[in-house]
């Protein structure tokens, strides 16, 4: 192995022990590391909408419950949108030159977010516009862990990812602590909405510059296009990623309205100026979705992916239907646990789905029978089209399912608005999510765990 000007490493196996215990673990550390941190400002920076919209109100901006969520969703959206493309441009550009560029993208929502705020004539549409360069942040993640990828050995590679995962999530609990918190600091019910965005702007620069002093290129890290379209021709590709969109869709996208819920059925905590503080709890949500996710892998380690995956659309559909049943009861507390047991199994769910998604490719590929699992793109053409092994079909499955999750983050408020809009309350989309969840379990289980199948022989 050796390293060319750029920070390119040829030669660069983690799967070559000695390599590995002599270069390669103290590299692939340091690229984790400054990884996470960007990718926990990217998250950071794709929710601070979800924080900043509950106080526009209150700072003059005379905006609709229909433009405040559409403000709240639109990062999702282009965020979701953006995982595409972002999956491939560390083969394209380098890992730690794609980190360097994409941590500098942030810069832009941040300080046009700080701007923005500065007075109320600012219109919708140039609000709307800001918030959608918010997404820059949601696309991190896709780019990140298809980089981390190639630093690990096949045998750490899910728990380096699973790290790089759940460091990237805290970054939405940690923007909604703190914001409410920074842009109340002159106290006296003040507000400084800038300081939403120019806080994270330090950050960010000691991002891009870490990344590329301590970062690497691969020179073997190539984007896997014939995998992604042999990946997107598995049906079972467009039923994990609905499964998606109930656990991780659910999680961005609670995370992205929790604050006004709070604000919108409990009025009078937006009150306080650390009232704020009781907005603040907002940060339970996440932080609590976020940490569970590993536990989420550990347990389909153990019980199996299907089998995790169905208790929490079972918990999800449960702890959703009780939020709506313990409304008019007008108690805070009681919402506020209901809502972190809803994210507490969002978070499992995130896991155990993601664990499924390799044993489901190479269990299809064993069905198509011996010679069908290849990794040479080259070889003769049948009806599916190229032959590619089911590990870069399960490689390319993993980012592109979480792109298509991603759009759960933009559903969830759309629908919530709807319902309001409709009714004046947020019932009847609750009702809804309950009615998604008990689909999304009968399709786990239909695909996955009824007995007399491939799937649920094999315990995925």
Same mark, same amino acid.
């Given at each position: 192995?050796?390293?060319? %000007?750029?920070?390119?490493?040829?030669?660069?196996?983690?799967?070559?022990?000695?390599?590995?215990?002599?270069?390669?673990? $103290?590299?692939?550390?340091?690229?984790?590391?400054?990884?996470?941190?960007?990718?926990?400002?990217?998250?950071?920076?794709?929710?601070?909408?979800?924080?900043? /919209?509950?106080?526009?109100?209150?700072?003059?901006?005379?905006?609709?419950?229909?433009?405040?969520?559409?403000?709240?969703?639109?990062?999702?959206?282009?965020?979701?949108?953006?995982?595409?493309?972002?999956?491939?441009?560390?083969?394209?550009?380098?890992?730690?030159?794609?980190?360097?560029?994409?941590?500098?993208?942030?810069?832009?929502?941040?300080?046009?977010?700080?701007?923005?705020?500065?007075?109320? *004539?600012?219109?919708?549409?140039?609000?709307?516009?800001?918030?959608?360069?918010?997404?820059?942040?949601?696309?991190?993640?896709?780019?990140?862990?298809?980089?981390?990828?190639?630093?690990?050995? $096949?045998?750490?590679?899910?728990?380096?990812?699973?790290?790089?995962?759940?460091?990237?999530?805290?970054?939405?609990?940690?923007?909604?602590?703190?914001?409410?918190?920074?842009?109340?600091?002159?106290?006296?019910?003040?507000?400084?909405?800038?300081?939403?965005?120019?806080?994270?702007? %330090?950050?960010?620069?000691? $991002?891009?510059?870490?990344?590329?002093?301590?970062?690497?290129?691969?020179?073997?890290?190539?984007?896997?296009?014939?995998?992604?379209?042999?990946?997107?021709?598995?049906?079972?590709?467009?039923?994990?990623?609905?499964?998606?969109?109930?656990?991780?869709?659910?999680?961005?996208?609670?995370?992205?309205?929790?604050?006004?819920?709070?604000?919108?059925?409990?009025?009078?905590?937006?009150?306080?100026?650390?009232?704020?503080?009781?907005?603040?709890?907002?940060?339970?949500?996440?932080?609590?979705? *976020?940490?569970?996710?590993?536990?989420?892998?550990?347990?389909?380690?153990?019980?199996?992916?299907?089998?995790?995956?169905?208790?929490?659309?079972?918990?999800?559909?449960? #702890?959703?239907?009780?939020?709506?049943?313990?409304?008019?009861?007008?108690?805070?507390?009681?919402?506020?646990?209901?809502?972190?047991?809803?994210?507490?199994?969002?978070?499992?769910?995130?896991?155990?789905?993601?664990?499924?998604?390799?044993?489901?490719?190479?269990?299809?590929?064993?069905?198509?029978?011996?010679?069908?699992?290849?990794?040479?793109?080259?070889?003769?053409?049948?009806?599916?089209?190229?032959? /590619?092994?089911?590990?870069?079909?399960?490689?390319?499955?993993?980012?592109?399912? *979480?792109? /298509?999750?991603?759009?759960?983050? #933009?559903?969830?408020?759309?629908?919530?608005?709807?319902?309001?809009?409709?009714?004046?309350?947020?019932?009847?989309?609750?009702?809804?999510?309950?009615? #998604?969840?008990?689909?999304?379990?009968?399709?786990?289980?239909?695909?996955?765990?009824?007995?007399?199948?491939?799937?649920?022989?094999?315990?995925?």
């Amino acid at each position: 192995m050796r390293e060319r %000007p750029g920070r390119w490493l040829d030669g660069y196996d983690p799967e070559d022990q000695h390599q590995w215990e002599t270069q390669g673990q $103290a590299i692939a550390r340091t690229n984790l590391k400054w990884s996470i941190f960007a990718e926990f400002l990217g998250f950071a920076v794709w929710q601070l909408w979800a924080v900043v /919209v509950v106080f526009l109100p209150r700072a003059g901006y005379a905006f609709t419950d229909s433009q405040l969520f559409w403000l709240i969703s639109m990062p999702s959206l282009i965020g979701a949108t953006l995982r595409v493309p972002y999956t491939f441009m560390v083969g394209r550009f380098g890992g730690r030159n794609w980190t360097v560029v994409s941590a500098l993208l942030l810069l832009i929502p941040s300080i046009g977010l700080a701007l923005a705020v500065t007075v109320p *004539s600012t219109p919708f549409w140039v609000m709307l516009l800001i918030a959608a360069t918010a997404g820059f942040g949601g696309g991190n993640f896709a780019s990140s862990m298809a980089n981390i990828t190639y630093f690990y050995p $096949a045998r750490e590679k899910g728990y380096a990812l699973g790290l790089n995962a759940a460091g990237g999530n805290l970054g939405a609990g940690i923007a909604q602590l703190v914001v409410p918190l920074v842009i109340t600091l002159g106290g006296a019910g003040a507000l400084n909405l800038p300081l939403a965005g120019w806080f994270w702007v %330090p950050l960010i620069l000691l $991002a891009a510059w870490g990344a590329k002093t301590c970062m690497h290129n691969i020179s073997d890290a190539k984007g896997d296009v014939a995998g992604s379209l042999a990946a997107v021709k598995e049906p079972h590709f467009w039923i994990v990623s609905l499964l998606y969109v109930g656990t991780f869709g659910s999680f961005i996208g609670f995370s992205g309205v929790f604050p006004k819920l709070i604000a919108d059925t409990f009025p009078e905590f937006a009150t306080f100026s650390v009232g704020a503080a009781a907005l603040s709890l907002a940060f339970m949500g996440p932080i609590i979705g *976020s940490l569970a996710r590993p536990y989420g892998g550990k347990l389909a380690d153990r019980f199996g992916g299907a089998r995790m995956t169905a208790w929490s659309f079972t918990g999800m559909a449960f #702890f959703a239907l009780a939020v709506v049943l313990t409304l008019p009861l007008r108690n805070f507390w009681l919402f506020l646990v209901l809502f972190l047991a809803l994210f507490i199994c969002s978070g499992i769910g995130n896991g155990a789905t993601y664990r499924m998604i390799p044993s489901i490719y190479r269990i299809r590929a064993l069905l198509r029978g011996p010679g069908t699992d290849r990794d040479d793109v080259n070889v003769e053409q049948t009806n599916e089209g190229r032959r /590619v092994s089911s590990a870069r079909r399960a490689s390319a499955a993993l980012g592109l399912i *979480s792109a /298509v999750g991603a759009y759960g983050g #933009f559903a969830i408020p759309q629908v919530l608005s709807a319902s309001k809009a409709a009714t004046g309350q947020y019932v009847i989309a609750f009702y809804g999510f309950v009615g #998604f969840y008990i689909l999304a379990l009968a399709i786990t289980w239909a695909c996955y765990l009824r007995p007399g199948t491939a799937m649920a022989a094999e315990h995925i």
